[in-house]
């Protein structure tokens, strides 16, 4: 029978970070560790945002003139969501904080 590493665990956090509202697990059940506690703060900012600028643009696909192009912004913001997670993903297992420009300000 094997133990998890305490390495293996920092990476299983750093993934949970950047998952939508999983990050809630390493932001409550790792608040002594700061390294981590960042990502996780930064993922729940992320994954915030990302809630709200997605129901606005759902509300805008109802729309008769513009529904049609909402739709599509949708679809592309999500998609740049999805990468931007995951690349934060690779960075916080590498072991870099990776600053979100414009967006990591809100974190102090």
Known sequence: ???KSPESNNTLMCI???FGIFALIPYFTQKENAYINWHSRQGLLITAIAIVISFG?????????IGWIAGLASTL???AV?????????????????VVPGLSAFLK
């Open 77 to 79: 913001f999500s998609l």
């Open 16 to 18: 949970l970070s950047y």
């Open 1 to 3: 029978m094997s133990q």
């Open 82 to 98: 999805l990468v931007l997670c995951v690349f934060c993903m690779i960075q916080a297992c590498g072991g870099k904080k990776w």
């Open 57 to 65: 643009l759902s509300v805008l696909t109802f729309m008769p003139a």
